[in-house]
């Protein structure tokens, strides 16, 4: 690669579709992104947090279209990647990072607990990779991201289906990444460590005390004592999306502070 460095992470004519765009690690993501020059296309079921990625993109003076869908539903995922050609021409980047986490014990799971998580965070990465596939091989590049989770290797008490689902993305993205390379299109995925988000708040009803003890809990499994905040992976996600991983594919990168190391 020729060129000065910076040129390997620029997004500049590039388009990208992030879904969970409308918070934590997808909201940052496609913040970055729109920073590193692509005109990004925010997926979400939450409107508010989606016109709030918007307008923060736009006072960058970057490009942003917002589009309300649910992940789990293929026809919605397949539109979205219509939508994102129609606009912008082109899809160098599709990142996958809506998911959600139902906490409860192995004994407590209801058949709705599975059937939610499963349709998210597995079936909605499936379809996202679909939807991407179809048009990145038919224009012969891009980069698929996937957010995986340290919970995919290294299980705690009360994520035993969310982590089910996230080794089901690292197979996804391994199995991706066979089929689209001949193509000229990566497949990768991110399994971050404990991050500071919406999601491991629990949303607003947690109390000051309580996100303290959990964020030195969320430290504590990582031998570097740290905790890893939205920008930490957005970065992560920057490189994955860029010209500057082009020898990199079928890879789940670990940002997590040495939690695991595989
Ligand atoms: N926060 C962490 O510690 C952590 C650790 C490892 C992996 N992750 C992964 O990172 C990703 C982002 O997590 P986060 O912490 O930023 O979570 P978050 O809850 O802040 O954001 C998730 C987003 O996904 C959206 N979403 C949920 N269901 C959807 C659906 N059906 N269709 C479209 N959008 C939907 C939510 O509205 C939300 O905006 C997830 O894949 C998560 O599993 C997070």
Known sequence: MAGHWTEA???????????????????????????????????????????????????????ALVRRVDVSARSQVDQLALDAVSAFGRLDVWANVAAVDIHKPILEVSEADMDRQVAVNQKGVYWGCVAAGRAMTAQGSGSIVNLSSTGADKPSPGISVY???????????????????????????????????PMTQAAKEIDPARRAAMLRAGAAISPMGLYGVPRDIALTVLYLASDASRFVTGQVLRPNGGATML
């Open 163 to 197: 982590s089910m689902t996230k080794a089901a993305v690292n197979a996804c993205t391994r199995a991706c990444a066979i089929e689209f390379a001949p193509s000229g299109v990566r497949v990768n995925a991110i399994g971050p460590g404990y991050v500071d988000t």
């Open 9 to 63: 992470f620029s997004l500049s004519g590039r388009v990208a579709v992030v879904t969970g765009a409308a918070s934590g690690i997808g909201q940052e993501s496609a913040c970055l992104l729109a920073e590193a020059g692509a005109a990004v296309v925010l997926a979400d079921l939450d409107e508010a947090g989606l016109a709030t990625t918007a307008a923060r993109i736009h006072d960058l003076g970057g490009k």
